[in-house]
């Protein structure tokens, strides 16, 4: 049977990004569709390691409440079936939970973990009893429920490639469906319902279910928006911003542009260098693009110096080091060693 996992997965939630330590060459080439508007990027994959992840809140639409997902909830003497690297047969009354993402599972009387489960699975068939037939829906696309008023009982097949769990229900108790949305800190007050708003992987209203996609490492600042009542978020790209929770209102994109488009130049050409925006990235290319395809990630974290190639140093969570990521694998054991120089001479 797999490990029981929770909250392992963003397929479901396409808002959501975790910040990482390297921006992949394939990260930076996504965004060449977009060059002609938003700048170059360094097909030869000179992009600098980045700590910011995605910035999903730059140049995002105002967001749309969704349709409501729901948990749904089946209840009676069952016998679940699961056929994987370990196979098992159990008979019981038991309670048998559907998320809105179709992971599946089954709990009896006993401890806090289900005697089965599959986690997001593929494909999701509910019946209308134990010998009805059943639609099946394909990965991605919800789930069937086959004459959902049924009082036949039921059976539940959840599938990936490799794994099947089944639930034959015998005597049917129950059924029913109920509203859920995710659960996260309070961070404010939804200007559009009045409903709550907390913070999970993005931020929702619990209740019109509106979603604000943050940028990695944002923060939810005291205070809010003065022209839409939204919370304030903190960002750092450079320097710590503060901007409204909601991109269409004030955009991170255009804070960073109005603090660092030009300041530096490009390493190659002497060209300025620009801030730019593509596929919710912020990043830093040069204005002599096409002909030259010099681009550089824009990492969470501030500038406290200047490298020796004449590029920022950014503060990070994972260090200091320069924007240019064919240059920081050295640059901290220089930094090190100047510190070490500083050390001596005041000793």
């Not at 993402?101 to 209308?128: F, I, K, M, N």
């Not at 790209?237 to 130049?265: K, M």
Request: glycine share 10%.
């Amino acid at each position: 049977m797999p490990e029981l996992t929770d909250g392992d997965d963003t397929s479901t939630d396409p808002g959501a990004t975790a910040p990482g330590d390297a921006q992949s060459t394939s990260d930076a080439q996504s965004a060449s569709e977009e060059q002609a508007d938003a700048g170059a990027v360094d097909d030869a994959g000179r992009v600098g390691a980045d700590d910011s992840g995605t910035d999903d809140h730059v140049g995002s639409d105002d967001p749309a409440p969704a349709e409501a997902p729901a948990i749904r909830v089946f209840a009676g003497e069952c016998t679940t079936e699961f056929e994987g690297k370990r196979d098992r047969t159990q008979r019981g009354r038991v309670v048998v939970v559907v998320k809105p993402d179709r992971t599946t599972l089954v709990h009896d009387a006993d401890g806090y973990q289900p005697v089965a489960w599959l986690t997001r699975p593929d494909s999701l068939t509910v019946e209308a009893g134990p010998d009805a037939p059943g639609g099946t829906t394909s990965a991605g696309s919800g789930s069937t429920d086959a004459d959902a008023e049924s009082d036949a009982g039921f059976g539940i097949v959840a599938r990936t490639a490799e794994e099947t769990l089944r639930v034959t229900c015998h005597d049917e108790a129950g059924r029913a469906s109920f509203p859920v949305s995710p659960a996260g800190v309070p961070v404010g007050q939804c200007p559009a319902c009045d409903g709550v708003l907390v913070r999970s992987r993005d931020v929702v209203c619990v209740d019109c279910r509106a979603r604000y996609p943050l940028p990695s490492g944002a923060t939810v600042a005291d205070g809010n928006c003065d022209d839409c009542g939204l919370p304030l978020l903190r960002v750092e790209r450079g320097r710590a911003f503060e901007v409204c929770l909601d991109p269409g209102c004030e955009a991170l994109a255009d804070a960073v542009t109005e603090a660092f488009d030009r300041v530096w130049d490009c390493p190659d050409c002497g060209s300025d260098l620009r801030v730019k925006r593509a596929r919710g990235r912020v990043f830093l290319g040069c204005d002599d693009y096409p002909d030259c395809e010099t681009t550089f990630s824009v990492p969470a974290g501030v500038v406290v110096g200047h490298c020796d190639c004449g590029l920022p140093v950014f503060e990070t969570a994972s260090g200091r080091r320069c924007v240019d990521g064919s240059c920081d694998r050295d640059w901290e054991r220089r930094a090190d060693r100047r510190r070490g120089d500083d050390a001596s001479v005041g000793s």
